[in-house]
């Protein structure tokens, strides 16, 4: 079946440690976007790619960074320069341009400790 | 920039109907998308409206008046199962000529027996 996967579904890390979050999709979509939802709050843009090797930053890119080496995958790595990482995080995928339908993964609970 | 907005909260009774409300303002406008959050899941799709009218899909419809910059989402038939978070998300162009998704707060629908 076609779908869009994070993992892992949760995550503890340390303060000052580097974490990096999964994101593969094998719907063949052009277009991959990371969120970010914090408690009682909507989901606020991290990243967005649409083709493979050009990402752009979206509203809160600070902290964050990305890769699209390949169309399924679409990392996220949450950096120490992140000052308050604690959310769920949300990766999603759309066919492309102006195809507005987006599929997103379960999501993953980071935590820092 | 982009913003929209939507009630924090709605309660309705079982078998009822409900319409959620959403208004915004952007740039560069493609459409209006509506998807449904349970606690703790991933969002799911459930409606796009790019031009003026009303779409149906079952028990759910979606209404857009582009002039207005407002849409909404109207439940019809409520099930306790509809409990959810209820986002609404606009579609538009950026200046660098890329598609972004910009998502609203939601809106915490609880129904009542």
């Known amino acids: 079946d076609g779908g869009i996967t994070q993992s892992p579904k949760y995550l503890f890390r340390k303060e000052g440690q580097n974490v990096t979050l999964s994101c593969e999709q094998n719907?063949?979509?052009?277009?991959m976007y990371w969120y970010r939802q914090d408690p009682g709050q909507g989901l606020r843009l991290i990243y967005y790619s649409q083709i493979v090797n050009d990402f752009q930053k979206g509203d809160i890119a600070e902290g964050y960074s990305v890769s699209r080496e390949k169309k399924e995958s679409f990392p996220l790595t949450v950096t120490s320069a992140q000052k308050n990482p604690t959310a769920f995080y949300l990766c999603?995928?759309?066919?492309?341009?102006?195809?507005?339908?987006?599929?997103f993964g379960q999501g993953t609970r980071l935590t820092v400790v | 920039g982009q913003s929209l907005e939507q009630p924090s909260e709605v309660t309705a009774v079982e078998g009822a109907i409900v319409q959620i409300n959403c208004t915004y303002q952007?740039?560069?406008?493609?459409?209006l998308s509506w998807y449904q959050q349970h606690d703790g899941g991933a969002p799911t799709f459930l409606s796009y409206n790019a031009l003026d009218g009303l779409e149906e899909t079952g028990r759910f419809s979606s209404f857009l008046s582009r002039s207005d910059s407002y849409g909404y989402l109207l439940l019809q038939e409520l099930q306790m199962k509809d409990s959810a978070s209820y986002f609404c998300a606009v579609s538009w162009r950026s200046s660098g000529g890329y598609q972004k998704v910009t998502f609203g707060t939601g809106t915490k629908l609880q129904v009542i027996p």
């Open positions: 999603a995928s759309t066919l492309g341009q102006k195809n507005t339908e987006a599929f």
């Open positions: 952007t740039s560069g406008f493609y459409g």
């Open positions: 719907l063949n979509h052009d277009a």
